[in-house]
């Protein structure tokens, strides 16, 4: 990148509402970035709202109305969040009994939430049960029958989708893909299992079987990963109706929809997708005989992914001989992987730009680390940043809004941040900077 280039905010990267000022100060919603940290300490995350209903309603909108769209809730979750989400009238997938409390203390409509998960338990499965939760996605024979004997313990008739392997294979990193076989979710449609599962939901009598689900992997920029698997689950839909005479009105075919995390990226066009999408799930279930059914998406890093920004502040600078004749410069910040554990988990890449003024220097190669006494502890590892980033200045990683605070620890007795929502020139502290305090709170 050149050194003007640095100072460039890429539009597909950055929240919608970025911009940079004439003194080269960056602002979100109007709300210039130093005076939040001014306000509100660094780290601090930094979500325009604005950005985020925008992209609920985009997704409401290609996928033929919000009642279509299930916001999962693991990529980013508060009170705040979820009554954005119910205010754009999308609908909520929850991962954990946590998740769906703070989803009902939120006030949000129990019977727009769907419950996911491998290994629920009862507790999460009897609250789903006696707080009216729309779907629980079964994930096992086990979870079949134990939510059939609370159902019915409850005296209430729960509806419910199996959650089916379709066998295919995303390009995406091993450890978020999860639609092949020998992984821990779901049942396997190549096996016949999500056949005899759904069979036995069929049969239950305090279960209502209405769809089945498939999640073909996270972060996807590979559309026909998402055909492909409909097409599988709905040879499914087929016997279904064929062999047990029930037409199921519906299939979540779950989220993965990639982001730009670089400049060099595009995010996955949505529109598109959803468009071919619908189309084939319609010429394939009208080939098969069977009625085509309502599609169901769950988007969650491409709703609160793009719109969210970390401001660290530099603190050291130093220069690393790598050999004879290369040289690396360390900036770190106060921040790290116990905010962002992506980078480490993952290989993750992100976009870093200096937001308290305009950077002039030549590029160096440079690394961006963490303050974490740990030597992966590296944000972004390899990159050309100007020579002129000195301690005190602020950086911004964008595109943070999904599993970062989500997925933050405690390394180091390290706070979790601030998180920050802007909108319309207006700044307001959604979960306030943990402290000491909150970490000896928890001793006996």
Same mark, same amino acid.
């Given at each position: 990148m050149s050194e003007s280039d640095f100072n460039d905010l890429p539009a597909h990267v950055w929240p919608r509402n970025a911009c940079r000022q004439e003194d080269g100060v960056v602002t979100i919603a109007g709300v210039p970035l130093p005076?939040?940290?001014?306000?509100?300490?660094?780290?601090?995350?930094?979500v325009d709202e604005d950005d985020f209903r925008s992209r609920c309603q985009?997704?409401?909108?290609?996928?033929?109305g919000p009642e279509h769209v299930h916001y999962a809730s693991k990529a980013f979750l508060t009170r705040t969040i979820a009554r954005w989400v119910d205010e754009e009238g999308l609908s909520l997938d929850v991962a954990s009994?946590?998740?769906?409390?703070? +989803?009902?203390?939120?006030? $949000?409509?129990?019977?727009?939430?769907? =419950?996911?998960?491998?290994n629920k338990g009862d507790d999460f499965l009897r609250a789903c049960?006696?707080?009216?939760?729309?779907? *629980?996605?079964?994930?096992?024979?086990?979870?079949?029958?134990? %939510?059939?004997?609370?159902?019915? =313990?409850?005296?209430?008739?729960?509806?419910v989708m199996i959650r089916v392997k379709p066998g295919i294979e995303a390009h995406t990193h091993e450890f978020i893909a999860t639609s092949h076989e020998d992984q821990k979710f779901g049942f396997s449609l190549a096996? &016949?299992?999500? $056949?005899?599962?759904?069979?036995?939901?069929?049969?239950?009598?305090?279960?209502?079987?209405?769809?089945?689900h498939c999640h073909v992997g996270s972060q996807v920029f590979d559309a026909r990963g998402f055909t492909a698997a409909a097409d599988r689950v709905l040879s499914l839909y087929s016997r279904i109706h064929a062999e047990l005479s029930v037409q199921l009105p519906e299939l979540d075919l779950g989220g993965g929809y990639g982001i730009a995390y670089t400049e060099d990226e595009q995010p996955l066009n949505v529109d598109k997708v959803a468009h071919d999408l619908l189309t084939a799930v319609a010429k394939t279930a009208a080939e098969? &005989?069977?009625? +085509?059914?309502?599609? %169901? *998406?769950?988007?969650?890093?491409?709703?609160? #992914?793009?719109g969210t920004v970390t401001v660290y502040e530099v603190g050291t600078v130093k220069d690393v001989t790598v050999s004879e004749d290369e040289q690396r410069r360390y900036l770190s910040v106060d921040g790290g992987m116990s905010d962002n554990i992506r980078p480490a988990l993952?290989?993750? %890449?992100?976009? +870093?730009?200096?937001?308290?003024?305009?950077?002039? #220097?030549?590029?160096?190669?440079?690394?961006?680390?963490?303050?974490?006494?740990?030597? &992966?502890?590296?944000?972004?590892?390899?990159?050309?940043?100007?020579?002129?980033? *000195?301690?005190?200045?602020?950086?911004? %990683? =964008?595109?943070? #809004? +999904?599993?970062a605070y989500a997925m933050s620890s405690r390394y180091n007795a390290v706070n979790r941040p601030a998180v920050v929502t802007v909108r319309a020139g207006k700044s307001k502290l959604m979960l306030r900077r943990e402290t000491v305090e909150d970490f000896l709170a928890l001793e006996g």
């Amino acid at each position: 990148m050149s050194e003007s280039d640095f100072n460039d905010l890429p539009a597909h990267v950055w929240p919608r509402n970025a911009c940079r000022q004439e003194d080269g100060v960056v602002t979100i919603a109007g709300v210039p970035l130093p005076e939040i940290v001014e306000e509100y300490g660094t780290p601090v995350f930094v979500v325009d709202e604005d950005d985020f209903r925008s992209r609920c309603q985009d997704m409401a909108r290609a996928f033929g109305g919000p009642e279509h769209v299930h916001y999962a809730s693991k990529a980013f979750l508060t009170r705040t969040i979820a009554r954005w989400v119910d205010e754009e009238g999308l609908s909520l997938d929850v991962a954990s009994r946590n998740e769906l409390e703070i +989803a009902l203390r939120a006030d $949000f409509p129990a019977d727009r939430i769907t =419950a996911h998960g491998n290994n629920k338990g009862d507790d999460f499965l009897r609250a789903c049960v006696t707080n009216g939760v729309g779907h *629980v996605v079964l994930d096992s024979e086990q979870e079949l029958v134990d %939510l059939d004997t609370i159902a019915a =313990a409850e005296g209430r008739v729960q509806k419910v989708m199996i959650r089916v392997k379709p066998g295919i294979e995303a390009h995406t990193h091993e450890f978020i893909a999860t639609s092949h076989e020998d992984q821990k979710f779901g049942f396997s449609l190549a096996s &016949g299992s999500a $056949f005899r599962a759904a069979e036995a939901a069929v049969r239950a009598e305090n279960l209502e079987l209405v769809g089945l689900h498939c999640h073909v992997g996270s972060q996807v920029f590979d559309a026909r990963g998402f055909t492909a698997a409909a097409d599988r689950v709905l040879s499914l839909y087929s016997r279904i109706h064929a062999e047990l005479s029930v037409q199921l009105p519906e299939l979540d075919l779950g989220g993965g929809y990639g982001i730009a995390y670089t400049e060099d990226e595009q995010p996955l066009n949505v529109d598109k997708v959803a468009h071919d999408l619908l189309t084939a799930v319609a010429k394939t279930a009208a080939e098969l &005989g069977i009625e +085509a059914p309502a599609v %169901l *998406v769950e988007p969650g890093r491409a709703i609160a #992914g793009p719109g969210t920004v970390t401001v660290y502040e530099v603190g050291t600078v130093k220069d690393v001989t790598v050999s004879e004749d290369e040289q690396r410069r360390y900036l770190s910040v106060d921040g790290g992987m116990s905010d962002n554990i992506r980078p480490a988990l993952y290989g993750s %890449l992100y976009d +870093a730009r200096v937001v308290s003024r305009f950077t002039e #220097g030549a590029e160096v190669s440079s690394r961006l680390v963490g303050s974490h006494c740990e030597s &992966g502890d590296i944000l972004i590892r390899d990159a050309a940043f100007p020579d002129d980033i *000195v301690p005190g200045d602020l950086i911004a %990683l =964008a595109a943070t #809004g +999904a599993y970062a605070y989500a997925m933050s620890s405690r390394y180091n007795a390290v706070n979790r941040p601030a998180v920050v929502t802007v909108r319309a020139g207006k700044s307001k502290l959604m979960l306030r900077r943990e402290t000491v305090e909150d970490f000896l709170a928890l001793e006996g």
